[in-house]
């Protein structure tokens, strides 16, 4: 069951990073089935709006990091799980693309 999980992970991950690499910096983790897309504004705004806006749930990445005297390395990151299936991860890549692209 692990390889097929890994590859169902690949490829959400090979389909959503470039529609969400497209509107904000997202880096392609080396393992693992999380994305850390850098955020337009503070992360837990942006993770209140989208839900309001879009319906999609995300984790502010500074829920997941400690504080330190160069400040949170989680800030303006949240954190996307690649768990579901590919088409749900790809439409709610398409519903953050569309609410970052609109504005805030």
């Not at 959503?16 to 992360?43: C, K, N, Q, R």
Request: hydrophobic residues 40%; contains cysteine; glycine residues 8%.
């Amino acid at each position: 069951m692990c390889w097929r999980t890994g590859r169902f992970i690949g490829k959400n991950l090979t389909a959503v990073t470039p529609i969400l690499a497209s509107i904000m910096a997202t880096p392609t983790p080396d393992a693992g089935f999380y994305l850390w897309p850098e955020t337009p504004i503070d992360d837990e705004s942006f993770t209140q709006s989208l839900f309001q806006r879009a319906g999609v749930k995300v984790l502010p990445g500074r829920y997941l990091a400690r504080d330190t005297r160069q400040g949170n390395p989680g800030e303006h990151r949240v954190r996307l799980a690649l768990v579901a299936e590919l088409s749900q991860c790809v439409e709610a890549a398409e519903r953050i693309s569309q609410t970052v692209k609109q504005g805030w």
